[in-house]
């Protein structure tokens, strides 16, 4: 029993990164329609901003993930303004390759700046709690209270603000979004921006339980993109859902099943969806 | 009758697009489907040419049940279609790209592909043959070195034509045939649907541009709302009470 | 200028490549341009799905690493020849891509690329964990060269290369043949329009599989080429880095364009070489190439020179064209 409790504990851990990360990547695409493939990359980048900002600069773990924040989501807008946004009218193929160009240079720029080592992030929340008792470290709380906090801040923003209703109009219906006056520009903008931070903040929670190198996005990335399809790609409430439920389905997975293939999980999940669903869960029907 | 269709309907979740529509194409003849923006056509040329299955009714080819078909299938009969845009290879030339609409009457695979057998050199000289044919009968035989991206809209209108012409069709469907291109340019164009006929081939065609259709068309059916309202001879459609009043506010039949 | 035309050009460079190990005698070089013939054999395999067929597969490296496996598999741990395997190993990947195909097929564009994303890890997580068949981490030691047939022994460099060369220059010649005939014509449809191809009477969905099956086949041919030369294989050439390699290779060279994957393999693959310092880096340059070319130029290298000689055509076609005209 115990054993099952501490393993969803640490299922309800990965899942928040998980949704945090899925969230940007389906936000994305809900603006975008193509797989931004360099999503893993920017979190990456965020991971190492925190970490260099706390060895080298010195600042507190907060501190450092609100510097990482900031240098993520410009990095992501850039990456919209100088690739997504000139390519936008381009065969599909086109973009999927660009964010694949994007993905091998900031992988590289890494390992040239940071080094190839894996790496360790300190943390201010190492010590050891009883809740219920379980032994938790106190890291692990704070990723799923920080993960959720950040959630109801992004779905106050976005249902509750105007700004924030502008990137759904522009999900649901782009020419639409256009025609009232939206613009979207500022919107493809801002959305980038989002995504960037929920990357640099997943990455940031996660980084002191894990490790920091310069391929730690690619398991991610991909597992994101398994969520978003089983939770419906563009669709927030899935990205959430299907978070929680890989978190949980892999933490359970490798203690009953096997640690060594917990990471197929995820893809044995997808390939089946797919295989059953081509055009995923939540296809709107017909054509 | 070469064509018929018996209560053919089409629903897209709870939206019905096409609803119990009974319609026959004579052969030989022009045939035209005409009706406000939504009404429906363009779904129910999807019906006919197998890109969507119906929901209810049946289509009959020359008496054949074909109603399940698959679109390939279908163009095997000798049914051939357009589409609204042209989606050709622009950086290939008008005639690359209009080679391989004789490819579903050749049979040579990967092994003729590999070893350059007699059967793939043959094939392939049909078809260049049929291109030749097709391009000539389309007046495109002097843009047929060009590159699609250096030719004009018409042009491209035309290198459609010529793709579905290659396939040996024995009935042509035309998706907005002349969408996109000037008033002189479409006369152009309906001479060649006219031409078309006269070879023998059936023509069924969607358009708005009802001046051309008035003079073109042999036989008319009006779609609204997924149903048809009217049948007949341009005469017949242009006095008829209920094509008048469907088409008040989305432009006049004379228009 | 009847000299240099495209049979010449193309006798020269099989006549220079003939003559390479015999006018420099540098073994490193050797080694790089024999493995770089086996890698343009499989960017040939992707070239013909991705870019004439229209499908982005992202599993190619995993094809690769069967490929190599099988070949690895079946000589280490099964006691086959090198021979045998190698008739078997691009069979078998091609059988695997067969069942991959079937179900990957059925989704497309984005949904097609994470599918296929997701096959290449599944297939790197079973040849990493699956220790009993594949040793795991520990690799595959102790693949055996190609036997001897008669007097030609398979053991020296300058051997590896020749043998590299001549299938490569196989590989190319059969490709060449797909694309030039109906059934490449009919790939290039799909391509463009797969509503349009099914409207003229194409079966897409075969024709689809048959070029999956065939891109595996060469990404299988090449792994196969691949563990005979290296002799040891490990997990990472399952890796998701080799189908990015590959994929530079062939965006930098040009998709969809016949002279596409042996521009950018060599030229990717030897500038690597000669600026070592670039080795772990070599992405920080290529990585933002193929971002650029796919804005600038989408069809790589080779597809911008084939559009300035197309213009250049055009131009003195009109200026002769009026010529006659004025002659009439």
Same mark, same amino acid.
């Given at each position: ?287 | ?90 950086? =290939? ?50 843009? =047929? ?6 030719? =004009? ?98 432009? =006049?039949?004379?228009? | ?328």
């Amino acid at each position: 029993m115990e054993l099952l409790l501490q393993q969803l504990f640490n299922g309800l851990t990965i899942g928040s990164v998980y949704s945090l990360v899925a969230l940007g990547l389906t936000l994305v695409y809900g603006i975008l329609h193509i797989p931004n493939f360099a999503h893993g990359a920017l979190y990456m980048v965020g991971g190492y901003i925190t970490l260099i900002m706390m060895t080298n600069a010195g600042l507190h773990y907060i501190l450092a993930i609100l510097v990482s924040i900031i240098v993520v989501g410009v990095l992501s807008v850039l990456m919209e303004r100088l690739v997504f946004h000139p390519l936008r009218h381009s065969p599909p193929i086109q973009d999927k390759v660009a964010a694949i160009g994007i993905l091998l240079f900031l992988e590289a720029l890494a390992q040239l700046l940071w080094g190839a080592d894996y790496r360790q992030m300190p943390t201010p929340f190492g010590q050891v709690v009883n809740v219920f008792g379980l032994t938790l470290t106190l890291q692990r709380i704070i990723i799923v209270a920080a993960a959720i906090a950040v959630m109801i801040f992004l779905y106050w923003f976005l249902k509750k603000t105007f700004i924030g209703s502008t990137i759904i109009a522009m999900a649901q219906n782009r020419e639409g979004a256009a025609l009232v006056g939206i613009n979207t520009n500022k919107v493809a903008i801002l959305t980038f921006f989002i995504a960037g931070a929920l990357a640099a903040i997943g990455a940031s929670l996660t980084s002191p339980i894990n490790l920091v190198f310069p391929g730690m996005g690619h398991l991610v990335i991909l597992k994101a993109f398994v969520i978003i399809i089983i939770g419906g790609m563009g669709s927030i409430p899935g990205a959430i859902l299907g978070g929680y439920i890989l978190g949980f389905t892999e933490s359970i997975g490798a203690t009953y099943i096997s640690s060594d293939y917990k990471d197929l999980i995820a893809f044995v999940l997808l390939i089946i969806i797919l295989s059953a669903k081509p055009q995923g869960i939540f296809s709107k029907g017909g054509a | 009758m070469i064509l018929e269709t018996k209560h053919l309907t089409k629903k897209f979740g709870g939206n019905i697009a096409v609803k119990h529509v009974d319609f026959s194409i004579e052969q030989g003849k022009v045939n035209a489907i005409i009706g406000p923006n939504g009404a429906g056509k363009s779904t129910f040329f999807n019906l006919i040419t197998g890109v969507h299955p119906p929901t209810e009714g049946q289509i009959f080819y020359k008496g054949e049940d074909i109603t399940k078909l698959p679109a390939n299938k279908i163009a095997l009969l000798g049914m051939a279609r357009t589409f609204q845009t042209t989606n050709l290879f622009e950086m =290939s030339t008008v005639f690359d790209n209009v080679i391989v609409g004789h490819r579903l009457r050749t049979k040579s695979n990967l092994f003729d592909a590999i070893f350059r057998t007699k059967r793939l050199k043959e094939e392939e000289e049909r078809c260049k043959e049929k291109a030749l044919e097709v391009l000539e009968f389309t007046g495109l035989a002097n843009v =047929s070195d060009q590159l699609v991206a250096n030719i =004009s809209q018409e042009e491209k209108k035309r290198v459609a034509f010529a793709l579905a012409l290659a396939t040996d069709p024995e009935i042509v469907f035309l998706d907005e045939p002349t969408a996109g291109v000037n008033p002189d340019e479409t006369e152009e164009l309906s001479l060649l649907i006219k031409k078309m006929a006269e070879q023998g081939i059936t023509v069924c065609l969607i358009e708005h541009k009802m001046q051309m259709i008035m003079s073109l068309a042999d036989h008319i059916m009006v779609l609204n709302y997924g149903e048809k309202i009217a049948e007949g001879t341009p005469d017949e459609i242009k006095n008829n009470e209920e094509v008048i009043k469907a088409y008040l506010g989305g432009g =006049s039949v004379s228009a | 200028m009847k000299l240099l035309n495209k049979r010449n050009i193309i006798i020269l460079l099989i006549l220079l490549a003939a003559a390479f190990p015999f006018v420099i005698q540098n073994q490193y070089y050797l080694h790089i341009l024999t493995l770089a013939f086996i890698w343009t054999i499989a960017v040939y395999g992707l070239n013909l799905l991705a870019g004439y067929t229209g499908y982005l597969s992202l599993a190619h490296g995993g094809f690769f690493a069967i490929g190599a496996y099988a070949l690895g598999l079946l000589t280490v741990k099964a006691g086959f020849s090198f021979w045998m395997a190698f008739l078997l190993a691009p069979l078998i990947t091609m059988i695997i891509g067969l069942v991959v195909g079937l179900f990957a097929l059925r989704t497309k564009e984005h949904f097609f690329a994470i599918y296929t994303l997701c096959v290449g890890y599944i297939i790197y997580l079973v040849i990493d964990k699956w220790e009993s068949l594949t040793e795991g981490v520990r690799g595959l030691i102790g693949i055996p060269a190609p036997e001897a047939i008669g007097p030609i022994s398979f053991t020296s460099p300058i051997s590896q290369y020749y043998f590299a060369l001549v299938v490569f220059l196989l590989v190319v010649l059969v490709i060449y043949r797909i694309i030039h005939s109906l059934t490449g014509r009919t790939f290039i449809a799909i391509r463009n329009s797969e509503e349009l191809a099914l409207s003229l009477g194409i079966s897409t969905k075969k024709n689809k599989l048959l070029s999956f099956v065939l891109s595996t086949f060469f990404a299988g041919l090449a792994g196969a080429m691949y563990a005979g030369f290296i002799r040891f294989i490990g997990p990472e050439i399952a890796y998701t880095t080799i189908t990015f390699d590959l994929l530079t290779y062939m965006i930098v060279g040009g998709i969809g364009t016949f002279a596409g994957p042996i521009v950018g393999t060599f030229l990717i693959v030897l500038l690597s070489q000669n600026l070592q310092f670039l080795q772990d880096y070599r992405m920080l340059i290529f990585g933002p190439l193929l971002t650029l070319l796919i804005i600038f130029s989408p069809r790589g290298i080779v597809g911008f020179i084939l559009m300035q000689y197309a213009n250049w055509k055009t131009k003195k076609k009109v200026i002769t064209s009026k010529g006659h005209v004025k002659e009439g």
